[in-house]
Nanobody
Framework: QVQLVESGGGLVQAGGSLRLSCAAS????????MGWYRQAPGKQRELVAT???????GYIDSVKGRFTISRDNAKNTVYLEMNSLKPEDTAVYYC???????????????WGQGTQVTVSS
């Protein structure tokens, strides 16, 4: 089983910065892509940023130039550096990891518990 533990959320004023971390632990054969999703009240969960094993990254348009995703494979940790935060970035942010628990297993999705990010105007 894989556990994802997130940290780094909080309350910040518009224009401020936060750094989210997500550490993966447990019995795992291999990690694939990792990413961050967010869900604002009354809205569907959306993909914010992803990073592959080869460090290729992708972002939704609304965060390009402001957010940076990175990973430390030695620590099985993914980060989301968020700068120039806006009130519309307010949401619960979820870490996602695609991984194989065994060599013979298909790739599965694992989720963190979520961390609240609130940006005040």
């Amino acid at each position: 089983q894989v556990q994802l533990v997130e940290s780094g959320g909080g309350l910040v004023q518009a224009g401020g910065s936060l750094r989210l971390s997500c550490a993966a632990s447990g019995s795992i054969f291999s990690f694939n892509a990792m990413g961050w999703y967010r869900q604002a009240p009354g809205k569907q969960r959306e993909l914010v940023a992803t990073i592959t094993n080869g460090d290729s990254t992708g972002y939704i348009d609304s965060v390009k130039g402001r957010f940076t995703i990175s990973r430390d494979n030695a620590k099985n940790t993914v980060y989301l550096e968020m700068n120039s935060l806006k009130p519309e970035d307010t949401a619960v942010y979820y870490c996602n990891c695609k991984a194989k628990p065994h060599s013979y297993s298909p790739v599965r999705d694992y989720w963190g518990q979520g961390t609240q990010v609130t940006v005040s105007s």
